[in-house]
């Protein structure tokens, strides 16, 4: 199985739309067998859903996350593991353990309107 994080300086990236590296893992037997840091060459949920369908993987473990891609990684049976933060490796841990906390409603601010009603028009919110 392989999972892939959303990875930006060792911890979880906050916008799946927006992310430039993965950190893939591929795990057997609740063992990680393989773990490698991709550069996704690639924006919008369309073009990063497709990356991850060409590199096999199984299930997304990110932090906000759109409608759009929410349905895009469905139709693609990718498992979306979502509102997760903090560092990687810790991450990938407590989803091997069964223990991963995370949000099946999570989404990204900006896909949202601010407390006063304007939307979020340069993503400032959800990038680092």
């Known amino acids: 199985m392989k999972v892939a994080i959303t990875y930006e300086n060792g ?3 906050q916008h799946f739309g927006h992310t430039e590296k993965l950190k893939i893992y591929e795990i057997e037997n609740e063992e990680i067998i393989s773990e490698n840091i991709l550069d996704t060459s690639a924006h ?3 073009l990063l859903v497709k990356f991850l ?3 096999n993987v199984d299930i997304l473990i990110c932090g906000g996350i759109g409608n759009g891609a929410k349905k895009a990684l469905e139709e693609a049976h990718i498992q979306l ?3 997760v933060s903090g ?3 810790k991450v990938i841990k407590y989803y091997i353990l069964n223990k991963l906390k995370y949000n099946e409603n999570a989404e990204c601010e900006h896909h949202h309107n601010d407390a006063n009603n304007q939307h979020c028009e340069n993503h400032k919110r959800c990038e680092k």
């Open 11 to 13: 911890e979880v990236f």
């Open 44 to 46: 919008g949920h369309e």
């Open 53 to 55: 369908k060409d590199n």
């Open 81 to 83: 593991l979502g509102g």
């Open 87 to 89: 560092n990687v490796q």
